[in-house]
């Protein structure tokens, strides 16, 4: 089995989100684009930070309000993600192996890896999904 590198694996388009963001956009991300993790970016794009879809929960518990909603807008917006989010996260570039992916997210137990170019800008993010989708092409042949 060939070690490709992470730009033949990873995903590029790539939702992020602002440092100055509430919580109330980044659940909204969260729910319209189906996605788990969220690259936190300062107005170059650098990443500067991760938000998980769990650190949203450890944050604010969801329940109904009496619109129906999930989650309390108000409440969320008591929080401001720069605040809250994970800092100076582990990235890798485009020319860095599954295997170093693999490597990080085993030990220390990451869902993805955001990938930044040279200038440290987020060109691709790479999951634990597009690991075993990568996996699972090579073992079937496919």
Do not use: W, Y
């Not at 100055?20 to 500067?48: M, N, T």
């Not at 929960?57 to 401001?80: A, H, S």
């Not at 990080?104 to 440290?120: A, E, L, N, Q, T």
């Amino acid at each position: 089995m060939k070690n490709p590198l992470l730009k033949e694996i990873m995903v590029t388009k790539v939702f992020s989100a602002g440092m100055e963001e509430p919580l109330s956009a980044v659940e909204a991300k969260f729910r319209h684009h189906g996605i788990r993790h969220l690259p936190v970016v300062d107005s170059q794009k650098r990443v500067v930070g991760m938000f998980t879809l769990r650190d949203l929960f450890r944050c604010v518990l969801p329940r109904k309000t009496e619109e129906g909603d999930v989650f309390d807008r108000e409440q969320m917006d008591r929080f401001i993600l720069k605040h809250v989010m994970s800092k100076d996260p582990v990235v890798l570039s485009p020319e860095d192996t599954l295997g170093h992916v693999v490597d990080i997210m085993v030990r220390d137990k990451f869902g993805c890896v955001p990938i930044v170019g040279r200038d440290g800008v987020l060109v691709g993010i790479v999951t634990q999904i597009d690991v075993l989708k990568c996996l699972a092409r090579s073992l079937l042949g496919k």
